[in-house]
């Protein structure tokens, strides 16, 4: 069959969650035996998140190709259990910096370059990118922002042209909502019939409508928003608020979603979707036996987004070893030598978390110390294994003043140096150690018996390693290199030889972690934690 398009936008306020319900509809598409993939479109001018602070926009997301991604191709991942690329998500910066290239070139045969046709046929190409290589069935793509501003307006001109090229192969979905009012105790339609409004000034009539809720909507809803919304009964659904994400699938299931979608796309629905794993997985997530308590020390805290990834690890994590995982977040501005054991003495496991610049180290390293010292599982992620090293070098090594070049570019005792590749680089977009890379493991670590394999990829974003000068220092007195990059022979992951349970690991386990298929480290961690 052809490539089917579906494209969800989103209407009234940012944050309703088109990310979990694109997320869901592909991932009841894939039970029903299609392929699927989803991109996002983002309307910034950035290139990529990559050189974005995550108090702009959440965590930043690597693919296998090394893309910086926005953080819902996480969800995306997780949901459907299929890698993805730097094809599934496009910026605004991507969009006009390959238009303008073109125009360098002399591409456009010296016409005018305007939004239309060129930045809107750009933004064609790279939907229709996924689709061109005949590999899926359906293609999603989240369009980022709300209908309204003024950024999002190429990309919803780009969805009107593709709607009338494409024909009955696309499809549009609005998301809005429907808000309760305490002081008349009414939902209300009105914001949900203003957004469509805003779409049909733009050409682009929905074809399905979600309704974000708190409160079920009822037939009586249902009825006055097709009305008034040019769509049938049977096309407006209600996402009404669950407890987590994961369910999210479940409802829209219940609420006949994806058979809409296929009898809209003149496709016979034939069979159930097969979810027998989903569910299971839901259950032992939503029943567990038992609770661990770990602390995230990071200095994003404030944001709990900036650590997305990891907090959804521990969710798969937790369901594996049927137990519900509370990660609580630490300030590491706020741990200091005198308060470290009053703040973390509560917890089951310590998490050191990735990051970059100096701000909260001293706080991430005693966090670290206190860990070793005092026999505590711990996990370091990236800059958390980095942590880790320095803090065994000065108080174990006795190495006064021993640091990152990060840092401290003139330390007497550089553990931690700037990667040979990354000396001269200056720029900072898309200049990293990115995407994935392999790992062979030490038989008989701690890391081997979380894998329970040799080698293994996994996912990168730094620019700073081990150095491995120090490495025979640092295995003379406990702390081993069970994991290195076979080709460069970089170290990739520590662990301390007599300790219960105490790794660091330079890539981001989190990156690979999905609802069926959890990152065995972050099993392995969860499963020292409830030992302890």
Known sequence: MSTKYIFVTGGVTSSLGKGILIASLAKLLQARGYSVTIQKLDPYINVDPGTLNPYEHGECYVTDDGAETDLD?????????????????????????????KERRGDYLGKTVQIIPHITDEIKRNIKLLGRKGKYDFVLTEIGGTVGDMESLPYIEAVRQLKWELGKSAMVIHLTLVPFLNASGELKTKPTQHSVKALLENGVQPDILVLRTEHDLGEGIRKK??????????????????????????????????????????????????????????????????????????????????????????????AVNECKVSLEYVHSEGITHRNVETILKKYNGILVAPGFGHRGIKGKIEATRYARENNIPFLGICLGMQVAVIEFARNVLQFDGADSTEMNEVTKYPVIDLMEEQKGITNMGGTMRLGAFACKIKKGSKLYDAYRKELISERHRHRYEFNDKYLSEFEENGMIAVGENPETNLVEAVELKNHKWFVGVQYHPEYSSTVLKPSPLFVGFVNACINK
Not at 79 to 89: I, V, Y
């Open 225 to 318: 928003v097709a009305l008034f919304c040019n769509v049938d009964e049977q096309s407006v659904v209600q996402s009404i608020d669950v407890p987590t994400i994961y369910e999210v699938p479940i409802k829209m299931k219940e609420e006949k979603l994806d058979v809409t979608v296929l009898n809209k796309f003149g496709m016979e629905p034939d069979k159930e979707p097969n979810l027998e794993a989903w569910i299971s997985f839901l259950e032992k997530h939503k029943n567990p036996k038992q609770t661990v308590k770990i602390a995230l020390v990071g200095k994003y805290v404030e944001l709990p987004d900036a650590y997305k990834s990891i907090a959804e690890s521990f969710i798969h994590a937790g």
């Open 73 to 101: 191709l996480g969800h995306y991942e997780r949901f459907l259990n299929k890698p993805t690329s730097q094809a599934n998500n496009v910026t605004t910066g991507r969009i006009y910096q390959s238009v303008i290239n």
